[in-house]
T-cell receptor, first 111, second 110 residues
Framework: SQTIHQWPATLVQPVGSPLSLECTVEGTSNPNLYWYRQAAGRGLQLLFYSVGIGQISSEVPQNLSASRPQDRQFILSSKKLLLSDSGFYLC??????????FGQGTRLTVV | GQNIDQPTEMTATEGAIVQINCTYQTSGFNGLFWYQQHAGEAPTFLSYNVLDGLEEKGRFSSFLSRSKGYSYLLLKELQMKDSASYLCAVAVGGYQKVTFGTGTKLQVIP
């Protein structure tokens, strides 16, 4: 069966510090991968999606970047965090014509 | 781009029926999903519509009209545990891109 791992679960980082969130998927190959952010009480904002290794599509201009160094690994990064980067970050995968499955999320607080 | 609209909040009584609407404007539509999200947790999949019509799954049903850009999620025999946010999501571009609405926060009251 397929599983998705996302870590860490919670993170408190100072403004200006770097960020690296990692997401890995098991039990499937060539998944579509997604990073979403959810601000408190808000919907899910699509940040990045990837349909293959090294293929990244960015949805909104921002302080973040994403990379897919391996087929089932998706990384969200920032060189210098802003206060506005605080939120609930969710990684998800899908096989294509089906629903997306979410990781448990990372709650990031920038202080 | 995609534009997805849902009511922000709804309240319904335990045991009743509630309908949560979603309208969308998008190009390259492939399918529509409904997810449930309890506070502080990741969304979980509820239903998936590709063709027009009603899909029923237990207490939950979802309807889609592609020509009208409209969907609804119907929850029957409401239970207190159904209190959650319900997210409508649209897949476009050969399912490569999945965009979510802002979600509807449903409160079930006794």
């Amino acid at each position: 069966s397929q599983t998705i791992h996302q870590w860490p679960a919670t993170l408190v980082q100072p403004v200006g510090s770097p960020l690296s969130l990692e997401c890995t998927v098991e039990g499937t190959s060539n998944p579509n991968l997604y990073w979403y952010r959810q601000a408190a009480g808000r919907g899910l904002q699509l940040l990045f999606y990837s349909v293959g290794i090294g293929q990244i599509s960015s949805e909104v201009p921002q302080n973040l970047s994403a990379s897919r160094p391996q087929d089932r690994q998706f990384i969200l990064s920032s060189k210098k965090l802003l206060l506005s980067d605080s939120g609930f970050y969710l990684c998800a995968w899908s096989s294509g014509e089906a629903e997306a499955f979410f990781g448990q999320g990372t709650r990031l607080t920038v202080v | 781009g995609q534009n997805i609209d849902q009511p922000t909040e709804m309240t319904a009584t335990e045991g009743a029926i509630v309908q949560i609407n979603c309208t969308y404007q998008t190009s390259g539509f492939n399918g529509l999903f409904w997810y449930q999200q309890h506070a502080g947790e990741a969304p979980t999949f509820l239903s998936y519509n590709v063709l027009d019509g009603l899909e029923e799954k237990g207490r939950f049903s979802s309807f889609l009209s592609r020509s009208k850009g409209y969907s609804y999620l119907l929850l029957k025999e409401l239970q207190m545990k159904d209190s959650a946010s319900y997210l409508c999501a649209v897949a476009v571009g050969g399912y490569q891109k999945v965009t979510f609405g802002t979600g509807t926060k449903l409160q079930v009251i006794p």
